[in-house]
């Protein structure tokens, strides 16, 4: 079961300035910016953990910031 931020109100990510969050995805989740995050990810996705409007947000193994 996905667990996180839940929006109400106000602007959604993808509204601002800059922005690459799609605007239909509603959800993120943090993953390592590697190819098996990637690939966790996409399972993830696929067998239903993650509801289909998951942003992906790799962050670096090395420093932990967001990518």
Not at 41 to 67: D, H, M, Q, V
Request: proline residues 6%; without cysteine; hydrophobic residues 25%.
């Amino acid at each position: 079961m996905a667990t996180g931020i839940k929006w109400v109100g106000g602007k959604h990510l993808s509204e601002y300035k800059g922005s690459t969050w799609k605007p239909e995805n509603d959800f993120a989740d943090f993953k390592p910016d590697t190819q098996s995050g990637a690939a966790t990810f996409n399972r993830e996705i696929k067998s239903g953990k993650l509801p289909a409007n998951t942003e992906r947000l790799p962050y670096s193994t090395t420093t932990g910031k967001l990518k």
